[in-house]
């Protein structure tokens, strides 16, 4: 070959070198960035040209699809009582992406999961219209209605759990918002009035909302006291002074009212919710037990559900008096609705705290399972001796007629509760928030529990406690739980 020939032939495989190197770095390091990048549409575009799989409750979709007249975008979600929903599913919109398992499982719900590669394939070949995988939920429709409809008209959450396996058995926020009003390619609206809204609509309370749980963390105080040896005998006298001075401070603890807190028993501190007693005991067990205490339960840990969940906080850097405050839910102590749900479930289950999930499988189009939720245990906060003696004293916060809880009673089955009443605001000068943290279980059956909060701006302060607001909603659920077997 001659030099000229040579020359051309050089140049020519240094061309060809140089396009291999290029299409590599676009459709394998870059690949990544270009298919998130917001200027390119072919992702969304593919995404929407075929149907996309189903969310799944006790059976049956509670999600769909329509044909649009859209030349790009020819199909967009559709939701069945779509603000029922919203918490789990979350949205799915062609404008402004996913949430909640939408987000979470976009992979399966689209078809274009690698564990869906098979289906696509045959798909292509067979010319069969691809369409997504299902995800299967552990969600009862009976409990998330009955959740739904007791928060109807107020702020609030609720959550459901079975304590055996860590099932979500409904998980509730409101206010709430139709997915289907941003599915499709809009002018905008809808979505400035739903993220102008001071309500907060799209705000999924249930797993990113921390509130002060108040009261209801004197269960992981008890927990703590009983499981640090500070008490062993919930019907023996504490050592409990009234009034009970915050260490470092001339200020005195102060109780709701005039109750029998001096040297009371656990289970009449518990019975009543006594400050005094609850705070000298998180003052007792000290600051860095009680952290681990807190630790056992999921505080001061995100969770994933699979959908994230905000860390539940129980404050680290704090003196005597802060944590007396702390122990009683109060200072820097922020849960999750579904974190007092895990509380009440660990407590329920005899001690052992199973991990939390809301998605049971998931399918392919053709039914198979490609992925299935094994339940795995995440801690054990309580040993059983303990964690029975704590089911004792909340059932007595339900039946002793001092009890706080007496309206979540259900005939025929076993209840344990425990309420609280959340100060906030600046001097306290907010409405409080209602909680009601509880479990009910019938004979040998698997209990269920659930932990509700209410934020009712427009009631009266008289009228908000936990017992009055929250308890009836936590008693719908358990019992649209135990009526419908699960």
Request: hydrophobic residues 35%.
């Amino acid at each position: 070959m001659n030099k000229p020939l040579r020359r051309i032939a050089i140049f020519c495989g240094l061309l060809v070198l140089a396009l291999l190197v290029r299409e590599n770095w676009l459709g394998y390091v870059k690949a990544d960035a270009l298919n998130t990048n917001k200027y390119n549409q072919r992702p969304t575009i593919e995404r929407y040209s075929h149907p996309p799989g189903n969310i799944i409750v006790d059976g049956k979709p509670i999600t769909g699809a329509v044909k649009t007249d859209d030349p790009y975008y020819k199909y967009k979600q559709t939701w069945k009582d779509g603000s029922l929903w919203a918490p789990v599913t979350g949205y799915g919109s062609q404008a402004y992406g996913s949430t909640m398992l939408e987000g979470v499982e976009d992979g399966v719900l689209s078809g274009n999961d690698p564990r869906l590669f098979f289906d696509r394939t045959v798909s292509m070949f067979t010319g069969k219209t691809q369409t997504g995988g299902d995800v299967v939920t552990t969600l009862n429709a009976d409990a998330q209605k009955a959740a739904y409809d007791g928060l109807k008209g107020k702020k609030g959450a609720a959550v459901a759990i079975d304590p055996t396996t860590g099932k979500i058995l409904a998980l509730a926020s409101t206010p709430s918002y139709d997915p289907s009003t941003i599915a499709g390619r809009t002018d905008g609206t809808s979505w400035k009035q739903l993220t102008g809204d001071k309500n907060q609509p799209m705000l999924n309370r249930a797993l990113r909302q921390t509130y002060p749980p108040g009261s209801t963390f004197k269960l992981v105080t008890a927990a703590a006291a009983l499981q640090n040896g500070e008490v062993t005998d919930p019907d023996a006298k504490t050592d409990s002074p009234l009034p009970y001075i915050m260490p470092g401070t001339t200020t005195p603890l102060a109780n709701e009212g005039n109750l029998p807190c001096k040297n009371a028993t656990l289970r009449l501190a518990l019975t009543v919710s006594c400050n005094s007693v609850f705070g000298h005991l998180g003052v007792e067990v000290g600051k860095d037990k009680m952290l681990d205490e807190a630790k056992k339960f999921g505080f001061n840990t995100e969770q994933f559900v699979p959908v994230r969940s905000a860390a539940s906080e129980f404050p680290t850097d704090i003196n005597q008096s802060q944590t007396a405050l702390s122990s009683i839910g109060q200072f820097d102590t922020r849960a999750t609705p579904l974190q007092m749900a895990m509380v009440a479930s660990a407590i329920a289950n005899d001690g052992k705290l199973m991990k939390p999930y809301m998605v049971d499988e998931l399918r392919a189009p053709n039914l198979d399972v490609i992925d299935k939720t094994q339940p795995e245990q995440m801690s054990q906060p309580l040993s059983p001796e303990n964690a029975q003696k704590l089911q004792s004293m909340m059932e007595s916060v339900v039946n002793d007629p001092q009890g706080t809880g007496g309206r979540a009673k259900i005939s025929g089955a076993t209840v344990g509760g425990k309420t609280g009443t959340a100060q906030h605001g600046e001097n306290n000068s907010g409405l409080p928030y209602a909680w009601f943290v509880s479990y009910a279980k019938v004979g040998d059956s698997s209990p269920v529990a659930v932990a509700v909060v209410v934020e009712d701006g427009d009631a009266n302060r008289d009228d908000i406690s936990g017992g009055g607001l929250a308890g009836p909603i936590a008693r719908d659920m358990m019992k649209a739980v135990i009526d419908s077997g699960r």
